[in-house]
């Protein structure tokens, strides 16, 4: 069965940190690029940030640059999201996803109809 799974959500006063872990099972991730995305509540799912296949690119939309960082362990089918600095305007369910994709990519054209396998989201509340 192939599938993505998140962990790692929460919920954390404004100012903290959380590592969100995508963790592929079924099939490798060496080929494919990764995004995370998100989606408040009455808000369309948004592209936050992206990791290209080699890890070498990385993308981030503006509200979270400087914030946030993608990385992945290709040696453990594993993608992580840090969050820093976290805002309440950063609560959300964040998900992964997974695009075939060799070479490099911005988030701006990360789009959802375009992912081949997407995670089930996990919680992030950000909140005093």
């Known amino acids: 069965q192939l599938q993505l799974v998140e962990s790692g959500g929460g919920l954390v006063q404004p100012g903290r940190s959380l590592r969100l872990s995508c963790v592929a099972s079924?099939?490798?991730?060496?080929?494919?690029?990764i995004v995370w995305f998100r989606q408040a509540p009455g808000k369309e799912r948004e592209g936050v940030s992206c990791?290209?296949?080699?890890?070498?690119?990385?993308d981030y939309a503006a509200s979270v640059k400087g914030r946030f960082t993608i990385s992945r362990d290709n040696a453990k089918n594993t993608v992580y999201l840090q969050m820093n600095s976290l805002k309440p305007e950063d609560t959300a369910v964040y998900y992964c996803?997974?695009?075939?994709?060799?070479?490099?990519?911005?988030?701006?054209?990360?789009?959802?109809?375009?992912?081949?396998?997407w995670g089930q989201g996990t919680q992030v509340t950000v909140s005093s």
């Open positions: 079924g099939f490798t991730l060496d080929y494919y690029a």
């Open positions: 990791i290209s296949s080699s890890g070498s690119n990385t």
């Open positions: 996803a997974a695009l075939i994709l060799i070479g490099d990519i911005t988030i701006a054209t990360m789009i959802p109809s375009l992912m081949d396998y």
